[in-house]
């Protein structure tokens, strides 16, 4: 089993929908972050967040540290959200990051 | 803004060939890295350097070797190139100077490596 799991893998809607990405993971964490690939192979991180809730723009991301869950909500969806969205944690115990396979979002005009 | 430059985005190689792949950071980082993407498994650790001359392993660092003559510039070798090394690279770097604080990690474009 995976350390950290993504769900779900591939994700198509229409503009304007409310977007949930789910993220679990089993090990203990320092901190959790959110990145967005876009097509062409770019990353940014959009948050790295160790308790509670942050919101950017449209973006908002939570996190429940006792059931290990975290989910990266878009409001207003807009076909330029289109991407790969990654969960990755940092372990507590060391530098490294451990990844989640992705999320692949679709927003259909 | 920080800048993370790799030195290709597409590279064609040859199987036996020793490949260099080059990533420059502008900004005084401590820690860079280099990740191997592939379809449905995510991003890979190969390498990491938290300061010049220091490398660890990461998980799949087999085949490739890392240089870090210098703060900005960390390097990936593939000593002797295979097919299964064909894939996306990514090089990031960090500030983190504290073992266990949190700084977002940035990001190159990628290289985008086939192996023929």
């Known amino acids: 089993k995976n350390e950290v799991e993504q769900s779900p893998q591939n994700l198509t809607a229409q503009e304007g929908e409310f977007i949930t990405i789910n993220c679990s993971y089993s090990?203990?964490?320092?901190?959790l972050h959110w990145l967005q690939q876009h097509p062409g192979g770019g990353i940014v991180s959009l948050f790295m967040l160790s308790s509670g809730k942050k919101k950017h723009g449209r973006l908002i991301a939570t996190i429940n540290i006792q059931e290990k869950h975290s989910s990266l909500h878009i409001t207003a969806s807009h076909p330029r959200d289109s991407a790969v969205y990654i969960c990755?944690?940092?372990?507590?115990?060391?530098?490294?990051?451990?990844w989640g396979a992705g999320t692949k979002l679709i927003i259909k005009p | 803004d920080v800048k993370v430059t790799q030195s290709s985005r597409y590279l064609v190689k040859r199987t036996g060939e020793k490949v260099f792949l080059e990533c420059v950071q502008d900004?005084?980082?401590?820690?860079m890295f280099w990740y191997r993407q592939d379809p449905g498994l995510g991003l890979r650790l190969i390498y990491f350097?938290?300061?010049?001359?220091?490398?660890e392993k990461g998980d799949i660092p087999e085949g490739y070797s890392v240089s870090r003559e210098k703060k900005e510039r960390f390097s990936l070798i593939l000593e002797s190139a295979s097919t299964n090394q064909t894939s996306m690279y990514l090089c990031?770097?960090?500030?983190?100077?504290?073992?266990?604080?949190?700084?977002?990690?940035?990001f190159g474009d990628g290289t985008r490596l086939s192996i023929l």
């Open positions: 350097s938290y300061d010049v001359k220091m490398k």
């Open positions: 090990v203990g964490i320092s901190a």
């Open positions: 990031a770097s960090t500030r983190d100077t504290i073992f266990g604080s949190n700084q977002p990690q940035h």
């Open positions: 990755a944690v940092r372990r507590d115990s060391n530098y490294q990051l451990i």
């Open positions: 900004m005084d980082h401590e820690n």
